[in-house]
């Protein structure tokens, strides 16, 4: 069974960056056509794509946070990194760690839904000093 855990800090000052681990069991990173993806939910808010690592280890972000943000693997603990770096108040999300095959990859990257694909449980990031 594929289980994906995210873990990091939840509260983060503002400036700083922002660094989630997502901890694979039940798959591999390198199965050809999947896509690991950071996918985030403001207070209030839509959920929003931030970027996605494929099997072989080709990067995608959102233009929207593309300039603050890495996404980067260790095929060899089975997990994948989200750094967001100079975060804000606007940053503040419940960030999940999603598995997408490859046909519902173009309609998470623009409409992230829980009804597809593999999802954590998500983490709370609070940036607030």
């Known amino acids: 069974q594929v289980q994906l855990q995210e873990s990091g800090p939840g509260l983060v000052n503002p400036s700083q960056p922002l660094s989630l681990t997502c901890t694979v069991t039940?798959?591999?990173?390198?199965?050809?056509?999947?896509?690991w993806m950071w996918v985030r939910q403001p207070p209030g808010k839509k959920m929003e794509w931030i970027g996605y690592?494929?099997?072989?280890?080709?990067?995608d972000y959102n233009p929207i946070l593309e300039s603050r943000t890495s996404i980067s693997r260790d095929t060899s603990k089975n997990q994948f990194t989200l750094q967001l770096n100079s975060v804000t108040p606007e940053d503040t999300a419940v960030y999940y760690c999603?598995?997408?095959?490859?046909?519902?990859?173009?309609?998470?990257?623009?409409?992230?839904?829980?009804?597809?694909?593999?999802w954590g449980q998500g983490t709370q990031a609070t940036i607030s000093s």
């Open positions: 999603v598995r997408v095959h490859s046909v519902h990859k173009n309609a998470m990257t623009s409409h992230p839904a829980k009804s597809s694909g593999y």
């Open positions: 690592i494929d099997w072989d280890g080709k990067t």
């Open positions: 039940g798959d591999s990173l390198n199965i050809i056509l999947h896509y």
